[in-house]
């Protein structure tokens, strides 16, 4: 097969975490007989550094005539650069949104488990039996707060502002269920998560996900209020399979349920639309504080590599090549900064930088 992707590199750490999901790309091609192309373009601070705007539409035709996107991550210290400075929608993130618009990227897929050569890193309390748990986010990413009207402005000498949280019917139903199908393919557990107590959009969110519910009569169904989930994450995460929720709770929901997992720098990403076409990306940030000295982890960004070559070209034994790569890589004792222990319980282990972990994860494919 002839891959054809395109390729966000991003601000920040991106450029070094791509670079090593390529090199592993470029290995898992090699090894099973396809030829790959990459197709770099700006966006995010990059591109307000090239074009003035974070997003060209250059960029959207690019990503949009490939079958898939594979990205870094984009922004910027707020504190200190001049990214920051510009009006809120000439902004990196500005840029992030607007493309998962364009490209109607609407299911943001965010899967957290423990690799069991990391369980020590996991901050839960020690549980008898250790931690085991195997969950997947499923974000809506079009809707929401994230893109309803906002405004700030002075009214009667008080300065007021105002976000717009707005949901449809049918923006609700899509999303419901691909987090069915994707649960008929794991454990069988949805879990839909609202603020139904209190907010009209999770009264209808409710009602939608009971109505899809009925359809999938093999999955389990559950509903929980997002704040009781963001403590249930933290006492029980093994009672999770497939999380569902709005923008703006799948966004606080997946930072809690990576971190859980010991490091941020170990979860990947996909956002698809209603095709396989998808953008791939580490559902960490830019590390702005870390960047450019080499010692940031790729791993998520390779499993992100690894996500694209299942969900959008269904290679499926390359995708389990990756996954295992990495699993065997870290088996074997090879860790980035963020993943050694902080005490000294350190033996048998060997720290590697950025282009190192890509290196060894590359030897076991
Ligand atoms: C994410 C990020 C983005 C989001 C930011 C950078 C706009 O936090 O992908 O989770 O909030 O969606
Ligand atoms: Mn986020």
């Known amino acids: 097969m002839n891959i ?13 975490i791509v670079q090593e999901a390529k090199k592993v790309l470029d290995r898992v091609c ?13 966006m995010g601070g990059a591109s307000i550094d090239a074009y003035g705007v974070p997003l ?20 910027g210290d707020a504190a200190t650069s001049p990214w920051y400075k510009l009006p809120p929608d000439k902004r990196p993130e500005a840029g992030l949104l607007a493309i998962r618009k364009a490209l109607g990227l609407y299911a943001n897929l965010r899967p957290a488990y423990l690799f069991p050569e ?22 809506e990413l079009t809707g929401g707060l994230y ?52 907010l009209d959009t999770s009264r209808l969110w409710r009602k939608i996900a009971a109505e899809i519910a009925q359809d999938f009569p093999d999955v389990a169904y559950e509903n929980m209020l997002v704040d ?12 999770f399979d497939v999380i569902v929720t709005e923008n703006m709770f799948g966004d606080i929901l997946s930072d809690e349920a990576s971190m859980i997992t010991g490091s941020i720098g170990m979860l990947s990403s996909a956002s698809l639309n ?9 559902s960490h940030g830019s590390a702005p504080d870390i960047a450019g000295k080499g010692i940031a982890n790729p791993i998520a960004t390779i499993l992100s590599a690894a996500m694209l070559l ?43 930088n950025c282009r190192e972990m890509g290196d060894r994860i590359c030897e076991r494919i």
């Open 310 to 352: 299942r969900y959008s070209f269904a290679l499926t034994a390359e995708a389990d090549a990756i996954e295992n790569a990495v699993k065997k890589t870290l088996a074997d004792g090879f860790r980035s900064a963020d993943l050694m222990p902080k005490t000294d319980d350190a033996e048998g282990l060997t720290k590697v």
């Open 274 to 282: 209603e095709t396989s076409f998808g953008l791939y990306e580490p």
């Open 228 to 239: 009781n989930c963001a403590m249930q994450l933290v006492r029980d995460p093994e009672q």
């Open 4 to 16: 054809q992707i395109a390729c966000i590199p991003g601000d920040g750490i991106g450029p070094e």
């Open 30 to 42: 090699e090894k099973f007989g396809h030829t790959i192309e990459y197709t770099d373009v700006l």
């Open 118 to 139: 990391l369980a020590a890193s996991c901050p839960l309390a020690a549980k008898e039996g250790g931690r085991n748990f195997d969950l997947i986010i499923v974000r």
């Open 147 to 198: 893109f309803g009207e906002r405004w700030t402005k002075d009214i009667d000498g008080v300065m007021t502002a105002q976000d717009t949280l707005r949901y449809n019917e049918n923006e609700i139903r899509r999303i419901i269920r691909t987090a069915f199908e994707i649960a008929q393919k794991r454990r069988k557990k949805v879990t839909s998560v609202d603020k139904a107590n209190v």
């Open 56 to 75: 060209t539409q250059e960029t959207v035709d690019i990503c949009r005539s490939r079958a898939a996107v594979l990205m870094g991550s984009i922004g």
